[in-house]
């Protein structure tokens, strides 16, 4: 199975993506930049972390608007699976791939730190190597995680059952509406999370609960189940 | 040459973290009754352009499509 991950000027998050694909398929991703406007084929696109243009205006607003996103979204239009993380998140709910917005986190701090997770459907491409209800640990380290849609939107998200990652045991270190850590497409196959599965995919991180995420997406047989 | 200023502020019902804190900050220096703060942004535009319709039609083009996140946000476009 086949990634790609798009570069912008200010992502910090990159390489750790980069080196989590290549450890888990076993296949360096593609690497594409904000001017391209043409992807190759590819099973996953995953826009990583970081701070895009400098967070300027909103995060992830001048991103959004680059060619390489209207890339993006026609692949995504035709069933590609596509994953942002952290500034990756807040980059598709600027593009409108995803409904609803980030904003700056309720204690108006930088939070770095572990939290639980608690995946809330196996029913999706992305947590299908997960157990419904399966709490885990990821690392978030973010500004502006702060989850919030109109009743309306929530409702259907709730309703549908897009809400695929929620903060568990009052871990939520953001403020978000609902302890919402993570949303999916009306189709499935966008994913936008805050946190950061790709620092935590073996036993040298801490551990590997992040693991089974890039499994479930590159469509990998389970070789190497998480440590418990 | 049209000049604008464009001004974006929160929704009602959306919170706005960093506006409860300058509240706060106002009221711990002693700035007795402030109710509330709501914190936004101002642009400042100027546009190449004479015809006042077309001008604003471009400049509220240009909040719905980056300047302004509608989810959240709310635009007012004022021609000088």
């Given at each position: 199975?086949?990634?790609?991950?798009?570069?912008?000027?200010?992502?910090?998050?990159?390489?750790?993506?980069?080196?989590?694909?290549?450890?888990?398929?076993?296949?360096?991703?593609?690497?594409?930049?904000?001017?391209?406007?043409?992807?190759?084929?590819?099973?996953?696109?995953?826009?990583?972390?970081?701070?895009?243009?400098?967070?300027?205006?909103?995060?992830?607003?001048?991103?959004?608007r680059m060619p390489v996103m209207r890339a993006v979204a026609e692949k995504a239009a035709k069933g590609v699976q596509v994953m942002g993380v952290c500034n990756g998140f807040q980059i598709l709910l600027e593009t409108g791939l995803l409904p609803g917005a980030l904003m700056r986190n309720q204690s108006l701090k930088f939070v770095c730190r572990e939290v639980k997770l608690r995946v809330e459907t196996a029913n999706t491409s992305f947590t299908r190597q997960y157990q419904p209800g399966q709490v885990i640990r990821t690392p978030v380290a973010h500004h502006d995680g702060n989850y919030f849609a109109d009743p309306d939107t929530l409702a259907r998200l709730e309703g549908e059952g897009q809400v695929v990652f929620r903060y568990a045991e009052g871990t939520n270190p953001n403020g978000s509406i609902n302890d919402i850590a993570g949303i999916v497409s009306a189709k499935g196959n966008v994913l936008g999370l805050m946190p950061h599965p790709e620092n935590l995919i073996e036993d040298a991180h801490g551990g590997s609960d992040g693991r089974a995420l890039f499994v479930g997406a590159l469509g990998l047989p389970d070789t190497q189940p998480a440590h418990a | 040459m049209i000049k604008a200023r464009i001004t974006v502020t929160l929704k009602n019902g959306v919170l706005d973290p960093q506006g409860k804190a300058i509240e706060h900050a106002l009221t711990a220096m002693e700035f007795g009754g402030v109710g509330s703060v709501r914190q936004g942004k101002v642009f400042d535009v100027e546009l190449a352009e004479s015809d006042r319709a077309k001008a604003e039609a471009d400049l509220k083009a240009m909040c719905d499509k980056l300047l302004a996140n509608t989810v959240i946000e709310n635009y007012q476009v004022e021609i000088a």
């Open positions: 199975m086949k990634s790609a991950v798009v570069l912008l000027p200010g992502l910090n998050r990159d390489r750790d993506m980069i080196a989590a694909l290549t450890k888990i398929s076993g296949k360096a991703p593609v690497t594409v930049w904000e001017t391209d406007t043409e992807i190759p084929d590819v099973d996953l696109i995953v826009i990583p972390g970081g701070f895009s243009y400098g967070d300027y205006l909103r995060c992830g607003a001048i991103a959004a | -």
